[in-house]
């Protein structure tokens, strides 16, 4: 079985400001994809990057990237130029490779307050 | 954009009742999935879904639960005898086969009294 683990349950910045969100997962599996869900006071699950465990490249999506260590099993989320709209939970996932109807395994979370 | 979609947003139901929560996936999508929030804490999967029989459910999908595809479009869950503890956010989610993206309905919360 997996599991993730967010150890920030909350953190709080300055807008415009960089902010790092920590993940770690410990999996037995070689072939898996991670997510970062960012989850606003509406609870609407949005994806916000994902990252194909074959790939050593880290993904980036405008002002989100990641930093992927895979021998450290770490996964963290980082935010350039923090926004007000980015204040919500941000969950980070994990999903097993092979195409199957796999399930998202999820971290519990950490709740990102952007200070105006 | 096509969505996935859930109703209701949100349902209230006595102890004991049966529930039916309902999702319609994006149309192309052959992977469903249900998930669950209940309130402050992490989202849990329950069941997934493909070619009309359970692929994989976790521990929490015991009995009392069930999943269904009654027609083309909608995907169902239902609470056979609700608890108390069954009150939280239930998400519907669907993917395209062999496309690691889960996409994700609104929610609906689910209150039991």
């Known amino acids: 079985a997996q599991t993730v683990t967010q150890s920030q349950p909350e953190m709080s910045v300055q807008e415009a400001e960089t902010v790092t969100l920590s993940c770690t997962y410990d999996?037995?599996?070689?072939?898996?994809?991670l997510f970062w869900y960012k989850q606003p006071p509406s609870r609407q699950m949005i994806l916000v990057i994902r990252?194909?465990?074959?790939?050593?490249q880290n993904a980036t999506e405008n002002r989100f990237s990641v930093n992927f260590q895979k021998a450290a099993k770490s996964f963290s989320l980082k935010i350039s130029d923090s926004q007000l709209g980015d204040t919500a939970m941000y969950f980070c996932?994990?999903?097993?490779?092979?195409?199957?109807?796999?399930?998202?395994?999820f971290g519990k979370g950490t709740h990102l307050i952007i200070q105006p | 954009e096509p969505e996935v979609t859930q109703t209701p947003s949100h349902q209230v139901t006595q102890m004991g009742q049966e529930v039916i929560l309902r999702c319609v996936p994006i149309?192309?999508?052959?992977?469903f999935y249900w998930y669950r929030q209940i309130l402050g804490q992490k989202v849990e999967f329950l069941v997934s879904?493909?070619?009309?029989?359970?692929?994989?459910k976790s521990e929490i999908f015991d009995d009392q639960f069930s999943v269904e595809r009654p027609d083309g479009s909608n995907f169902t869950l239902k609470i056979r005898s609700t608890k108390l503890e069954d009150s939280a956010m239930y998400f519907c989610?669907?993917?395209?086969?062999?496309?690691?993206?889960?996409?994700f309905g609104p929610g609906t919360r689910l209150t039991v009294l």
């Open positions: 989610a669907s993917s395209e086969p062999n496309y690691n993206e889960q996409f």
């Open positions: 999996t037995s599996e070689n072939n898996y994809y």
């Open positions: 990252q194909e465990a074959y790939k050593q």
């Open positions: 996932a994990f999903m097993k490779g092979g195409g199957g109807a796999d399930g998202l395994t």
């Open positions: 149309s192309n999508h052959l992977y």
């Open positions: 879904f493909y070619n009309n029989e359970i692929s994989e």
